[in-house]
């Protein structure tokens, strides 16, 4: 059963920087996996912020970015709002199939 | 202007079958690209893709899932059934249908919990 492996937490000051990664129990994230990014607020339905690696919605702030690195698909917050603070969920294509992984809660402190 | 909303019980018994409804506008699921998929969340859990079907009729399910997933789709009806078989207490979640184009889930439905318990 394939697995997609997230960092079960981060913590970031406001105005930092923090970089979140998806990792595949098959191999190296390539842009074949089509890495989308969510952010979901308590009590909320996810929110799409990036698709295909790197593309924003149109919705999507530019303090978001997307990124392969290291064999891994990325997540890049810049500049932090305090509004940031979430969880978020990468979601990769296994070839017809979807797995997200398990959450990364971003804390802003 | 898209939107999505899921319907379908809140509870349902151990052993029975869930059927959820996702009512969509804003686009048409015969337009070529677009798919719409099922995901759910059980409580303070993370989420699952569940399944996806395409604007040909292409259909795709969670390998793990798949012995009791079926969806389907009314064009004319701008609407996406999903049923699942068999449910089990461990399928208390709730579940959410979203738009695809382009490879990426874009728009996502308010979500609809479904507790199953006798």
């Known amino acids: 059963q394939t697995v997609v492996t997230q960092e079960p937490s981060l913590t970031v000051s406001p105005g930092g920087t923090v970089t979140l990664t998806c990792a595949s129990s098959?191999?190296?994230?390539?842009?074949?996996?089509?890495p989308n990014w969510f952010q979901q607020k308590p009590g909320q339905a996810p929110r799409a912020l990036i698709y295909?690696?790197?593309n924003r919605q149109s919705w999507t702030p530019a303090r978001f970015s997307g990124s392969l690195l290291g064999g891994k698909a990325a997540l890049t917050l810049s500049g932090v709002q305090p509004e940031d603070e979430a969880e978020y969920y990468c979601?990769?294509?296994?070839?017809?199939?979807?797995?997200f992984g398990g959450g990364t809660k971003v804390t802003v402190l | 202007q898209i939107t999505l909303k899921e319907s379908g019980p809140t509870l349902v018994k151990p052993t029975q079958t869930l059927t959820l409804t996702c009512t969509f506008s804003?686009?048409?699921?015969?337009?070529?690209?677009?798919?719409v998929a099922w995901i759910r969340q059980p409580p303070g859990k993370a989420l699952e893709w569940l399944a996806l079907?395409?604007?040909?009729?292409?259909?795709r399910y969670s390998p793990s899932l798949k012995s009791r997933l079926t969806i389907t789709k009314d064009t004319s009806k701008n609407q996406v059934v999903l049923t699942m078989t068999n449910m089990d207490p461990v399928d208390t979640a709730t579940y959410y249908c979203?738009?695809?184009?382009?490879?990426?889930?874009?728009?996502w439905g308010q979500g609809t919990l479904v507790t199953v318990s006798s």
């Open positions: 979203a738009h695809l184009l382009a490879a990426g889930l874009d728009y």
């Open positions: 804003g686009f048409s699921l015969s337009t070529s690209g677009v798919g």
């Open positions: 079907i395409y604007w040909d009729d292409d259909k």
């Open positions: 098959t191999g190296a994230v390539t842009s074949g996996y089509y």
């Open positions: 295909s690696t790197s």
């Open positions: 979601l990769l294509y296994y070839g017809g199939s979807w797995v």
